[in-house]
């Protein structure tokens, strides 16, 4: 132990041994660095009593936390839970906003989050965990004896560094409408929507009925023209004869029957195509089959797909094959040529159709019946506010202000007056702790008399040592009047509070040779060995922080802490993923991605989380869903959001591409969704989507999604997906 202390000295004095390495030759310098940094920088982090438990409860935060990195970084985390908690419970509190109808609203619509720094500008940063335990290290200089001192100046750094302010956004309505309301035709317009939003659609409507009503003097039956396009009319029951008939005219004849989009087995049917590629059905590989294209031939008496291989038949049958409704149109045909895919170690069927990419039918137009006569029904909405939580979680270099013991006890002079308090008492009954009469203080000790004060916090942080009367108490407990200079005594019965009353008395810190074995604010080790001593958030105790913030935690406690609770890219690293893609690739693409992976570890995962806009606002706390990261980055990245809904919307907005065509991008499905004819989305086929990054040198795909195993944004090798398909159009 002597040893490892002489060299967390001279690593401490690193001045001097620099001057005294120049003259060493380059290996003792080597080895003298590996003792001298990496020794002393461990024993830095280990405390005399690593192994304690203490119970803990802060704020409503509960629980039993050992006193190293582990138990530190849990006690942070189910606080920053409870942060996140009040502002739930402040979002469900009742509007007082009322609707343009005047009427009250009973609950918001939604929570927006938006992070701020103290400049006021957008952020992604909402976790300072590691920014806490960095001055928690410095400021206790390595003795981690007393645990519940360490948790309580946790406990206050965190609510001193975290802040939230509410607001209520502006009333607006809902587009689709949520609410019903009847009229007739001959209803005035006049003022009708100045109580309510109204939906465009539904308003035109409206307005169309009741100039129809002026037009026909009551609204007689009359014919409206309306237009339409032939395909239109393909297998629609309520169409009219009028459309049945130039549907009949044009089906066939290269006019009004092509649409643009429909998929064609042969190019025949349409003069502007392109062919598609897509997998077709997968196959296992079973042990004895080979590693290389196999092919099937068909089986007349069986009526199946074969194949035999050294003695050995396995046979694909259509009612059981994933592709057996290719397989059952295919029977009697060509032999069936499966390629091997080794790293998948399974058969892959490779088919292709053509997309038209026509746009034929110019519109027509026909006369249908019309009438505005009885009473009709709109929709209409009065108004909807969301809460808008402005959050600031202060980090480098604000956060040195936040810490009031820092600040105020690290820097007063030992001895030094804090000048007159009015000194009350209180005991652990009913009448004067109200819910919290359980004999346990705010900060989680057992409150004893000569010993436990109730102090304001703001002021006085706990854990502070106080001299009143010549006695020297300890900031332990705060009440609901406790404020500025004021302070409760702590005594065992009410008829002891009693007879105490109210006193005048003038409070001084705890003098040095007054602080006996116990010690608040020790350093002995560190004090002893590197003349290091904390006095206040001085240039040199920053330093401090500083090397202990940019040191590699995951690798020293097998702990990871960022900003954002998960595992960030570095800039490095999206360089050098931008710098890979092919060259030529459009800017566009380039956005999306350097976009997507920014990301990575900085939105957690949510099961139906969707965006509420581009940037860092439309983020919301708990997250995104897979589907609405897509949406988001898209939004974000070329403004467009796709549709912001499920994987169903986005495969409608994208088309079909072959695997070996996929572009940084692109997109890429495990399931097709079930609104298409897949089982995407049906029980037990849970859906995802991803983007396309790129590929390594050992041609590995590359992709960045919202991972739900993960809980957050990850990029990497990723095997998850079947279907690709492609949104942008590439000129």
Known sequence: MENILDLTKQYLKYKLLAAVL?????????????????????????????????????????????????????????KKQMFQKKIKERGAQRPQTKNMDGQPINSYTDIQEHYFTNEGQSTYVTDNSKEILSMMMVYFEQEYSDGNAIFRYLNDLFNASHHATYEESSLYGCPQGCQERTYHCSDPLDGIYSNCFSIPEEQSSRQKKHELY?????????????TFYCHDGNGIDKASDYRKKIYAENHGK??????????????????????????????KRLSWMPKGTVIYKWDMLRQCWALSLNGNTHRIYPNTSPGREYL?????????????????DRYEYHNSYYQCKEYTCPGHTESVPGSCLGEHVEKICYGHVDLEANIC?????QIYNDDIRGNLTGNAAPGESLGLFLVTAYCPCPKCCGKYANGITASGTVATEGRTIAVDPQKIPYGTRLVMNGHVYVAEDCGSGVYGNHIDLFMNSHEN??????????????????????????????????????????????DWVDCLYDMDWEELYGIRISQSGASPITDSDIGHILESMPDGTDEMRKKIVETAVSMAGKIPYSWGGS?????????????????????WVYWTAIGNNLGNGNTETLWGVSKDIAQRDLKPGDLGFRYIPSGYGGTGG?????NHVGIFVGRDNARNEIWVHENGTADNVSVGIYNGFSYYRQVLNDT
């Open 22 to 78: 120049n003259f060493l030759s380059p290996v003792i310098i080597v080895l003298l660095a590996i003792l001298i940094i990496i020794a002393p920088l461990s024993l830095l982090f280990m405390g005399n009593d690593s192994g304690a438990s203490y119970s803990v409860k802060y704020d409503g935060t509960e629980g039993s936390y050992t006193s190293d990195m582990q138990g530190w970084t849990s006690f942070l985390a189910s």
């Open 214 to 226: 002026e037009q026909y003097n009551g609204c007689p039956d009359h014919y409206e023209e309306r």
């Open 254 to 283: 290269g006019g009004c029957a092509l649409k643009h989009g429909i998929r064609y087995d042969t190019h025949s049917q349409c003069n502007n195509y392109s062919e598609i590629t897509y997998m077709q059905f997968t196959q």
């Open 328 to 344: 059952t149109k295919g029977k009697n045909g060509p032999s069936l040529h499966l390629q091997y895919d080794r790293r998948l």
């Open 393 to 397: 979680v202060d980090t480098f270099p």
């Open 497 to 542: 509070a009693l007879k105490w009353g109210s006193q005048l008395l003038e409070v001084f810190y705890e003098a040095e040779e007054s602080s006996g074995t116990e010690n608040e604010n020790p350093g002995s080790e560190l004090e002893e060995n590197s003349g290091f001593t904390f006095t206040g958030w001085d240039e040199e105790a920053r």
């Open 611 to 631: 965006a509420r806009g581009p940037g860092a606002s439309g983020i919301p706390l708990a997250g995104l869903d897979c589907s609405h990261f897509v949406d």
């Open 682 to 686: 049906t029980d037990g086929h849970t």
